[in-house]
């Protein structure tokens, strides 16, 4: 019985960064970081132009 749960988890944690990653894809393909922006996955970061002062 406890082999069963051991990959029961394992799969689940597999399919869940599928998806995880799936959706880090989708964002960053759809919201692209612009102008003075860094970041990735649709999170971004407005950056001053010329580094920080």
Not at 1 to 25: C, E, H, N, P, Q
């Amino acid at each position: 019985m406890s082999m069963m749960i051991d990959r029961w988890v394992k799969r689940t944690v597999l399919v869940a960064a599928a998806l995880a990653g799936f959706a880090f894809y989708a964002n960053h393909t759809t919201q692209p970081c612009t102008g003075h922006q860094v970041g990735a996955g649709g999170m971004c970061v407005t950056v001053q132009a010329g580094g920080a002062r």
